[in-house]
């Protein structure tokens, strides 16, 4: 499993400084063979990896002089929940992304990427004014699910994903949706309205995360492995089924450092689907929109 595999590099990486030559060659040869034996529980590790870059990640690497937003104007501001303003070259976009945290004291703050109502009210204020000011929207979403906790609900919890389903299928402007990690539940769906939706390859997309998914089903959690086999959610499959428009290639990697190939090909491909967008007519680009989200 590519699990154990990562995590004895990790420990072999320790024994070595970071510039050996020797070891990186190494690594890299290790990752690149074992690439092409993942399987669908492989897969769904890597999408959960704990030192998968979050959605600030990507941000930073690919949106030139981010500037970050805060608050919903009704409640507080979520940290799970980020966004706010960039460039991709020098095309200026509204960026809004889930993120999990770093580390233990920051996942918590970020509550794993679980967001509140407030974070997708959040979201919804800063695309319409994406669209005040005709930004192109890309969205960067890595969540289990957004928060089922009573407060949550008590604070509308389901209506704030609804609005902001609504809110996104009438946008006048580009909306582009990048899974970077895990994409589960309604808590994805809520920011993944869009008129093209990329998938990095060893993410997921899911009515529900895989143990849901048995515990409904099979009524035991511990069945997760055979549901991961039988739900259909890897890139490919949601390709395959026309849910994704793009798979952005990875290479495996220990940490962000090794991430900087992917960064780069998600990037290029962020730029040509704006380009394209952007020269669509308002009228199509809102029934496509429409359209490709009705078909689900």
């Known amino acids: 499993m590519i699990e154990n595999i990562l995590k004895d590099l990790i420990r072999e990486e320790k024994l070595y400084k970071k510039d050996n030559r020797d070891f990186k060659i190494y690594k890299e040869n290790k990752l690149k063979n074992e690439k092409k034996n993942l399987t669908m529980r492989d897969r769904v590790y890597l999408s959960r990896y704990e030192n998968r870059p979050k959605a600030r990640d990507f941000i930073k690497n690919i949106i030139k002089g981010p500037i970050y937003f805060h608050g919903d104007r009704y409640y507080s501001d979520d940290k799970a929940v980020i966004g706010g303003i960039g460039k991709i070259n020098n095309t200026v976009v509204t960026f809004i992304g889930i993120d999990k945290g770093k580390d233990l004291e920051d996942s918590i703050l970020k509550n794993f990427g679980m967001a509140h109502p407030e974070g997708y009210r959040k979201a919804v204020r800063l695309m319409k004014e994406a669209e005040k000011f005709n930004r192109p929207i ?59 939706l990329i998938m990095m390859e060893n993410a997921t997309y899911s009515v529900l995360s895989p143990e849901g998914f048995a515990s409904i089903l099979w009524k035991d959690s511990k069945k997760s492995s055979e549901a991961i086999e039988i739900m259909k959610i890897s890139a490919k499959d949601l390709y395959d089924y026309d849910i994704c ?19 780069t090909r998600l990037k290029n491909s962020l730029l040509e689907s704006i380009n394209r967008l952007k020269n669509t007519e308002e009228e199509l680009l809102l029934r496509n929109r429409r359209e490709k989200f009705m078909r689900y």
């Open 138 to 196: 890309i969205t960067f979403i890595d969540t289990p699910g957004a928060y089922p906790g009573i407060g949550a609900e008590e604070r509308g919890q389901s209506s704030a994903i609804a609005n902001s389903i609504y809110e996104m299928t009438y946008l006048k402007v580009p909306i582009i949706s990048v899974i970077t990690g895990e994409g589960c539940s309604g808590g994805a769906i809520g920011l993944c309205v869009s008129d093209y």
């Open 245 to 263: 428009d793009e798979i952005i290639e990875e290479d495996l990697a220990l940490n962000i450092y090794d991430f900087k190939e992917n960064f």
